[in-house]
């Protein structure tokens, strides 16, 4: 395998399951998260997403199936590849009558890493290099989740994995979360995976995502695709396309549309004017065996996938 090979993936899964109690809780979750991606994993409550990331993470064993880390799927190579992946699964732990500086230097020291310029680089890094004597007892919300990602990524790491960071955030935090992941992906040439049921927020956040339901993988998309799949649009059905084409070109003065298999169109102007349309194309001479309108939101999207509402 080459290093270009090596580096496409920084995780990749085969089929991996868990089974708890008689009953699989992750079932043959076969992911492939790239080199640089934002990846935003989304599933309702007890679908399967803290249980995968663990068995990631090494926190639990795999039942069956196989981890691929930066490449490499031996036992050794996973071991080493851990050691290049920085946490935050569920909530925070802290001591919290000691400060950001001290909580800090106890993972420093924890991990082996030397020196002690990292703990204040990486407390700017994440906002919070001037909170001094404060205890991390008085901090808010947004300030522990953001010492959580500091802690996390205190040793480097190549990969971050953060099971629902913005859970529980004001509207403030969850913007400075994004903002901030934003950075560590862009500027620290950090790959993410996150977790989240909040589907509007990793819309604005994540370039690919897997869905997870009932343990299982049903779909993994880019962001580009996704946004395909959403775009709203009127399809036509017709029985002469290139006339049709034609008319939409010369007619109705639009180059917004792309031609379908099987004689249909997705025309993306006249969406509150279908009527123009079909009267264009009737004065045209094409018959229109079927025209309907196409295109969820991003919320329709994912449920229709996992089939049901969020109740998170």
Known sequence: MTISE??????????????????????????????????????????GKTTLIRLVSGLANISNG????????????????????????ET???YPNMTAYENMELIRLQKGIPGK?????????????DTGKKKV??????????????????????FLILDETTNGLDP?????????LKKLNKENNITILISSHILNELYQLATCYGVINKGKLVEEIRQSDLD??????????????NKAVWTIENILKSENYTVLPGDTIKLYDFLD??????????KEDIVIRQLSYKGDDLEDYFMNLVGGKEND
Do not use: H, W
């Open 6 to 47: 090596v580096s496409d993936y920084v995780l990749r899964t085969n089929k991996l399951s868990k089974l708890y109690k008689g009953e699989y809780v992750v079932k043959n979750v076969s992911m492939n998260i790239k080199n640089g991606d934002i990846y935003g994993f989304i599933g309702k409550n007890g679908a």
């Open 172 to 180: 403030i935090g969850i913007v400075e979360m994004r903002e901030l």
């Open 117 to 129: 310029s990292c703990i204040k680089e990486k407390l700017n890094l994440v906002g919070l290099g």
């Open 92 to 94: 925070p732990s802290f």
């Open 273 to 282: 004017n279908s009527g123009y349309v079909s009267t264009s194309f009737a």
């Open 66 to 89: 196989s981890i691929e880390i930066f490449g490499d799927s031996t036992e050794k190579g996973i071991i080493d590849g851990r050691k290049r992946i920085g946490a935050l699964i």
């Open 228 to 241: 395909e799949r959403c775009k709203k649009s009127l399809e036509i059905n017709v029985d002469n396309v």
């Open 137 to 158: 007892k008085d901090f808010s919300l947004g300030m522990k989740q953001r010492l959580g990602v500091a802690m996390a990524i205190i040793g480097d790491p190549e």
